[in-house]
């Protein structure tokens, strides 16, 4: 079955940088586009970037364009979010996503952005 597992969430101060990293199983990675969203309190769900299977032709939410990189490795099944200069209204679980006729999410990672 899909399985998306995140990890590198954490406590930053503004300006700060941090790397997320999902790792994926239980279907054909290197042949999907995968998704990165987050969710802050108290508001809904929002996209933050997004690849295909080949890695280019990457979008991003206008939020977040210019400081967050998505990337993968088809070889390892992993998808990354780096992200830098980090602001407080980053502040959200941040969650992989890919729709295999359902849609499928990981459990979230926390990012929390604060002095």
């Known amino acids: 079955q899909v399985h998306l597992e995140e990890s590198g969430g954490g406590l930053v101060q503004p300006g700060g940088s941090l790397k997320l990293s999902c790792a994926a199983s239980g279907f054909p990675f290197s042949s999907r586009g995968m998704s990165w969203y987050r969710q802050a309190p108290g508001k809904e769900r929002e996209f933050v970037a997004g690849?295909?299977?080949?890695?280019?032709?990457?979008n991003y939410a206008d939020s977040v364009r210019g400081r967050f990189t998505i990337s993968r490795d088809n070889a390892k099944n992993m998808l990354y979010l780096e992200m830098s200069n980090l602001q407080p209204e980053d502040t959200a679980v941040y969650y992989c996503?890919?729709?295999?006729?359902?849609?499928?999410w990981g459990q979230g990672t926390q990012v929390t952005v604060s002095s």
């Open positions: 690849i295909p299977h080949t890695g280019d032709r990457r």
């Open positions: 996503f890919i729709r295999i006729g359902a849609d499928y």
